[in-house]
């Protein structure tokens, strides 16, 4: 599966909706990462092609979303994004985490694993 462009409505509908909810509570089943970027952004055009290769490598176990940051600048400003990219993970436990920069493809891989699928039952 490719990744999945975001709008801050689909944010509330498929990940979390901070309008009427107080507290993080993810809505998702499969773990996911949310690539905060922008078509202007070099190191953003650098990640893109990682994250579809990873998008497809671990089809069934995680989605990656794409958010544009000048498109939804709502969903940017509530996540108080800075920098792109960046990058927000959220585990099997749905717990998030938050990382600036354009990660290696290495690194990316370690977090999903450790962190993303940490504890996932797998059908094996």
Not at 18 to 34: H, M, S, V
Not at 93 to 117: F, N, S, T, W, Y
């Amino acid at each position: 599966m490719p990744t999945i462009q975001m709008t801050t409505q689909d944010f509330k509908d498929k990940v979390f909706d901070y309008a009427t909810e107080a507290d993080w509570k993810y809505q998702g089943t499969l773990p996911a990462i949310i690539d905060f970027y922008a078509d202007w952004c070099g190191p953003c055009k650098m990640v893109a092609p990682i994250l579809e290769e990873l998008s497809k490598e671990y089809e069934g176990k995680l989605v990656i979303y794409k958010v544009n940051t000048d498109v939804e600048q709502e969903l940017s400003s509530v996540f108080g994004i800075q920098s792109i990219p960046t990058m927000f993970f959220i585990g099997a436990d749905g717990e998030p985490m938050m990382q600036p920069g354009a990660l290696p493809k290495h690194v990316l891989r370690k977090v999903i694993e450790e962190k993303l699928l940490a504890g996932v039952k797998t059908a094996e």
